[in-house]
């Protein structure tokens, strides 16, 4: 058994007065709900690419055969549970006044946990919007007989993800770059640290001189631009952050958690 450690920097930090908290989630914490990751559907669905179903392009010439495969990854999220990571942050919004969550996730698992305002960045796959008009379209999908949902517009109606060649949404994307700015302490969880523009978000929050960790079961290509990194499954390091700051645990006290050690980057 592997100690955690959390530092007492971190701790100082996260319990300062007015403390501002961003938090990047990514396909990691996903997973340990047991949701396949974007490329591993599995089954019938591995004989394709998903840049071969989730692009305007493909909706436009097969939109039946896009919907299916979003039938059958919206099959897969209904059947998955928040982790104790999605419970605790959704704690954490409700602890911390100056609290945002940023998620590249689209199966909504956080907002099931209690966080009420996650900026989705890549959009929610449980919700539809109309192709043409945009408008939002609840959580339309096939119909009973595989009906292909259309708008009133006379659009068709896809699920409201971003899709390959789709900018992000741009209000979203902003507010999340305002966050960044102003964080006292940024989280990177569970998220490779590769994919644009989100991972720029923690070159903000350090230009802005923020405190950076990365908790995550390897280490990732922007490791070290963080202070701090966690290794280790964000189901059982997010919550052990939390019960020393907010269930009053001691300061750097650790806990046997198998599988976890903390790397430090600070000078």
């Not at 068709?156 to 102003?182: C, H, N, S, Y």
Request: proline fraction near 6%.
């Amino acid at each position: 058994m592997s100690p955690i450690v959390i530092s007492e920097r971190l701790i100082d930090a996260l319990t300062a007065d007015r403390v501002r908290v961003v938090v990047l989630t990514g396909a990691g914490v996903s997973a340990e709900s047991g949701i396949p990751t974007f490329r591993s559907a599995g089954g019938y669905w591995k004989s394709y690419r998903p840049e071969d179903l989730a692009t305007p392009e493909a909706f436009a010439r097969d939109p039946r055969t896009v919907w299916e495969w979003y039938a059958h990854r919206r099959r897969l999220v209904a059947g998955a549970e928040p982790n104790p990571a999605h419970i605790e942050l959704a704690r954490w919004e409700m602890s911390l006044a100056g609290f945002t969550l940023i998620t590249q996730n689209v199966d909504g698992l956080h907002r099931r946990a209690g966080s009420r305002q996650p900026f989705e960045l890549h959009g929610n796959i449980t919700e539809s919007i109309c192709h043409r008009c945009r408008q939002s379209q609840g959580s339309v999908g096939l119909g009973p007989k595989g009906e292909l949902p259309a708008c009133a517009c006379g659009g068709k109606i896809r699920p409201a993800v971003v899709w390959f060649g789709e900018p992000l949404p741009q209000r979203t994307l902003q507010l999340a770059g305002e966050a960044a700015e102003r964080a006292d302490v940024y989280f990177s969880i569970g998220t490779s640290s590769i994919v644009q523009p989100a991972a720029d978000l923690a070159y903000v929050a350090k230009e802005a001189g923020a405190y950076l960790i990365e908790i995550n079961p390897e280490e990732t290509a922007m490791s070290r631009l963080f202070d701090e990194c966690l290794r280790g499954p964000a189901g059982a390091i997010v919550p052990e952050i939390g019960k020393r700051v907010f269930d009053g645990e001691s300061h750097g006290i650790t806990s046997g958690v198998k599988d976890i050690h903390v790397e430090s980057h600070e000078s």
